[in-house]
């Protein structure tokens, strides 16, 4: 499993190093998909270096800027990758640094191992979920070892939650209604609620570091949104559940849309008729 997501972080910051390139230049090539969403040639430049590792490894991809390929394939795949170029293109179009690139690897629609790079901050995520084991480092000269990665001194280990505060993550681009009033209800069983606010897959980031306790998000995501996030904090003990379910997110589906979801902190307990928002 290490050797795979070796190649999946070499994949990363390979990527995240065009994207960065792009984005200091100003020249985004800037369209609009047909779903409405922004693309830029720092996604399809993102997409084609991660294709081109990923492809190395015989294992089929998903790929929010590959062609989507139907279910009648996928639905015999055991394994497959599941990728975002380039997870927070608004927040790239802003220029507030708040973006990623995400890769996962699925297991029988299990995420199994999930990288996460921030190209400008160079925080490199990782985490292998069989292992129960999640890392963070810096990306310079240094840590381009790769026989370091898995060192100890990289580990992940969440902080001890303050039992008197929750942290709750919310994103920058989608505030609604039914977060605004999960947030309410938040409030009658903790008195002390503080918001913090993060663009793309960071938000699963600051779960599984235990510098936010929940991230409630009640607005449509694709599988390749939170795939990656979804392993580190599996990695490290913590949920990516369902709102209608309260199981665990599952991937490879014959649709690839996400239903609403809740990433939480184990030490928090849901009360149900939050999920009725």
């Not at 399809?44 to 294709?51: C, F, G, L, Q």
């Not at 639905?75 to 973006?99: A, Q, S, Y």
């Not at 309260?246 to 849309?257: A, Q, V």
Request: net charge neutral.
């Amino acid at each position: 499993m290490n050797n795979l997501l070796r190649i999946a972080i070499d994949a990363t910051i390979k990527a995240g190093a065009k994207i960065e390139d792009i984005y200091n230049s100003h020249d985004f090539e800037l369209k609009i998909k047909p779903d409405s969403s922004p693309l830029t040639k720092a996604d399809i430049a993102a997409n084609n270096i991660i294709n081109s590792f990923l492809s190395t490894t015989s294992i089929p991809i998903i790929s929010e800027e590959n062609k989507e390929i139907d279910f009648e394939i996928r639905k015999h795949w055991d394994m497959c990758w599941i990728v975002d170029p380039l997870d927070g293109t608004k927040e790239f179009l802003r220029k507030n640094g708040e973006f990623t690139v995400n890769i996962a690897l699925v297991l029988h629609g299990k995420p199994i191992l999930g990288v996460v790079f921030c190209p400008i901050s160079k925080e490199l995520f990782y985490g292998n979920v069989p292992d129960k084991k999640a890392y963070k480092l810096i990306v310079c000269e240094e840590s381009l070892q790769r026989e370091n990665w898995f060192e100890d001194i990289y580990r992940m280990i969440p902080k001890k939650r303050d039992a008197a505060v929750v942290k709750l993550v919310g994103s920058r681009s989608h505030m609604n209604d039914s977060t605004l009033g999960f947030m309410t209800a938040l409030r009658t069983q903790y008195p002390s609620v503080k918001i913090l606010s993060k663009g793309s897959s960071l938000k699963f980031c600051l779960i599984a570091e235990g510098n936010a306790d929940i991230y409630p998000r009640f607005a449509p995501t694709m599988e390749w949104d939170t795939a990656a996030g979804q392993a580190i904090c599996e990695a490290v003990g913590f949920h990516v559940l369902s709102k209608t379910t309260l199981l665990d997110l599952t991937y490879n589906k014959p649709n690839l849309l996400n239903s609403d979801f809740i990433v939480v902190n184990n030490t928090i307990t849901l009360d149900k008729k939050w999920m009725r928002i």
